[in-house]
């Protein structure tokens, strides 16, 4: 339930479970079957999953028989990374996997793959097609995982292209796709992904479910999880019926709900970087030049601790996070930022996320803040030129800077 004296501005994290998500779950808790099971009890559970996986496969144009009910996004990552992708029985790839060096760690770490080659980004988030192309030239019919939108900079690769360029390499594609439910459009045909990695939470339903869709003739000869034969055989474990309940309803708001949440997020979200820069005119916003999901903000001013800001927002009511995730609590910088090559940056980004229920006394509480916390920063001398970045106008047309000196962390002068 949130908390009226609060602003979330976290959706990326994770998004407060949808009304519609709670409801189908606590009726499916109120469930006794197994799916698996063929009694009435067990038919019934049965037939919340099947409807469940119906609205799965809406949301992304597929068919239901191509979606696996995982743990969330980390499961079908690693589940979709092998080398063991098979169509009539025939290895498709080699054992090589490409993957965009601004993935989710759960795609970073390669999955079941041994090798595992980083492709480079640009300044602007965007995934380097000299990068690819070189990388395509020299792989035998590699595995590519790009995901769809960044986590943090919220900025949305150019995936048609990247897909025609792999399948005209002979590889295959892999799009994490957890952060576009919602927000954009998803529709695996559409942008040609082989595989494609969902997570309920990401997107208002609840936490610990997630789906692989794969193209329908493709098969994935080894197994995550092994045991029992659910899921037509490729993860094994009783299904979390209420959780998949929820998954399936969240899919469905999110589908017919999408065009409008999306129209309002991106009003109040230029709003709001309008405000910020106003604010704070050396402000730099990541991936502003790039297309973005429509609720997506990561900015920073030269000189600020993400960490100590967080807590100065927290204190405010306000919930943000650094552009890294941090799994283990601890702000650490981010490796989105490092492969874009803004290294000054990568400790004093805020992310800023969006949702559905975002309001504009929240943006307004949030510019508030804003000036409290980041207003504060002194006037900083920056050492190493982050061209890319600060250029002559400084950043995206913002007052012009003076750079002294290289490799080293800004110095504050005052
Ligand atoms: N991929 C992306 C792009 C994400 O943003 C996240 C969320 O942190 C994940 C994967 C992992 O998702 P899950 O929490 O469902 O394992």
């Known amino acids: 339930m949130a908390q009226p004296d609060r602003a979330y501005f976290d959706w990326n994290a ?94 970073l770490n390669g999955g079941r793959f041994e090798r595992v080659e980083r492709l480079a980004v640009t300044a602007d988030g965007l ?14 019919h590699p595995l590519v995982s790009v995901m769809l939108a960044n986590n943090e900079t919220g900025v949305v690769q150019p995936v048609r292209e990247v897909a025609d360029r792999v399948h005209a390499a002979g590889g295959l594609l892999h799009i994490d796709a957890a952060q576009g439910p919602g927000r954009i459009d998803c529709n695996i045909n559409a942008l040609g992904a082989d595989l494609m990695t969902l997570s309920a939470h990401k997107f208002g339903g609840p936490q610990g479910v997630g789906a692989l869709i794969r193209r329908s003739d493709i098969h994935i000869a080894d197994q995550v999880l092994k045991g029992g034969g659910q899921e037509r055989g490729l993860r ?21 709900g999408r065009d409008a949440e999306a129209k309002r997020m991106e009003s109040l979200r230029n ?69 874009m090559g ?47 970045l600060f250029g002559e106008r400084g950043p995206y047309g913002g007052p012009k800077r003076t750079f002294v000196g290289d490799q080293n962390e800004p110095t504050i002068t005052d």
């Open 236 to 256: 094994a474990g009783t299904e979390a019926v209420a959780a998949i309940a929820g998954f399936g309803a969240a899919a469905r708001a999110a589908r017919l």
């Open 342 to 388: 803004h290294n000054l940056c990568a400790k004093s980004a805020i992310r800023i996320s969006l949702g559905p229920k975002t309001t504009e006394n929240d943006i307004e509480k949030l510019l508030e803040a804003w000036l409290k916390v980041a207003g504060r920063v002194s006037t900083l001398v920056l050492k190493t030129p982050d061209k890319a």
């Open 14 to 107: 994770t998004a407060p479970l949808r009304a519609e998500a709670r409801e189908a779950m606590l009726k499916a808790l109120e469930m006794q079957g197994n799916a698996s099971s063929v009694h009435a009890e067990g038919r019934r559970a049965r037939a919340v999953v099947e409807q469940a996986r119906a609205e799965v496969a809406a949301l992304v144009g597929a068919q239901p028989a191509q979606v696996t009910f995982t743990s969330g996004a980390t499961e079908a990552n690693t589940l979709a990374l092998t080398p063991a992708i098979e169509a009539d029985g025939r290895r498709l790839i080699g054992d090589q996997l490409l993957v965009s060096a601004i993935e989710h760690p759960s795609v």
């Open 271 to 339: 709003r709001l970087e309008s405000g910020l820069l106003a604010a704070t005119p050396d402000a730099v916003i990541f991936g502003a030049r790039a297309p973005r999901l429509p609720n997506t903000t990561l900015v920073a001013r030269p000189g600020l601790n993400a960490e100590t800001a967080i807590i100065a927002f927290d204190l405010n009511g306000i919930a943000v996070s650094s552009g890294s995730a941090c799994s283990s609590g601890k702000v650490t910088p981010s490796h989105v930022l490092e492969a």
């Open 127 to 140: 995934i380097d097609r000299q990068s690819l192309g070189e990388r395509l030239n020299k792989a035998e």
